[in-house]
């Protein structure tokens, strides 16, 4: 059974940084495409990042420059690097299994982030 | 501003058909045949009901379809049930690899 677990959410000042896992189970990390997607209070869903299987990575333009995508197969886990938030980059995170690159087949619990001094 | 517009809200009774358009305001995604569309119930995980505009996942029902026309994407509900009553995301591919959603439509079963 595929399943995402996602940690390491919780409270940041604005300007700190915060490192998101993802642990995955069911299948190898590195064989699919994975994307992470927030969502803020209220708010609708945004893919923030993805990485392909051929280790190529892309962001919004929201987070360009701030966040950073990375895959390790030992660990068998998803994380996304995020620095410099912002009030904004509060939200829930959810770590994503993509169906190809074309759709998100399987969704994690996701992962609380608030950004507030 | 979504590069996807939708209707913030539609309503219908029980048994009736309800549908929610999906505008594609770029010819960058409109030109991409890999729409997808998500349902959440509130405090919810989302759920994929359709990719690639019109397949539907193993265990969705046949209720739910999925169309494209032109830059205009569409779900329709037949023979809306309660349980139906969720937000709704489309989804689309884009040129910059990473894809991106609607604004959401919020179905309200009357």
């Known amino acids: 059974e595929v399943q995402l677990v996602e940690s390491g959410g919780g409270l940041i000042q604005p300007g700190g940084s915060l490192r998101l896992s993802c642990t995955v189970s069911g299948f190898a990390v590195k064989s699919a495409y994975m994307t992470w997607v927030r969502q803020a209070p209220g708010k609708g869903l945004e893919a923030v990042s993805v990485i392909f299987v051929n280790g190529n990575t892309y962001y919004a333009d929201s987070v360009k420059g701030r966040f950073t995508i990375s895959s390790d197969s030992s660990r068998n886990t998803l994380s996304l690097q995020m620095n410099s938030l912002r009030v904004d980059d509060t939200a829930v995170y959810y770590c994503?299994?993509?169906?190809?690159?074309?759709?998100?087949?399987?969704w994690g619990q996701g992962a609380l982030v608030s950004v507030s001094s | 501003q979504s590069a996807l517009t939708q209707p913030r809200s539609v309503s219908g009774s029980p048994g009736q058909s309800v549908t929610i358009s999906c505008t594609a305001t770029?010819?960058?995604?409109?030109?991409?045949?890999?729409v997808s569309w998500y349902q959440q119930h509130p405090g919810k995980v989302p759920k994929l009901m359709i990719y690639e505009v019109t397949k539907r996942p193993s265990g969705v029902p046949d209720r739910f379809s999925g169309s494209k026309s032109g830059n205009t994407a569409s779900l329709t509900i037949s023979g809306l049930q309660a349980e139906d009553e969720a937000d709704y995301y489309c989804?689309?591919?884009?040129?910059?690899?990473?894809?991106?959603f609607g604004g959401g439509t919020t179905v309200t079963v009357l």
């Open positions: 770029s010819s960058d995604v409109g030109s991409y045949d890999y």
């Open positions: 989804c689309s591919y884009t040129s910059g690899y990473i894809l991106v």
């Open positions: 994503a299994k993509n169906r190809g690159n074309t759709a998100i087949e399987t």
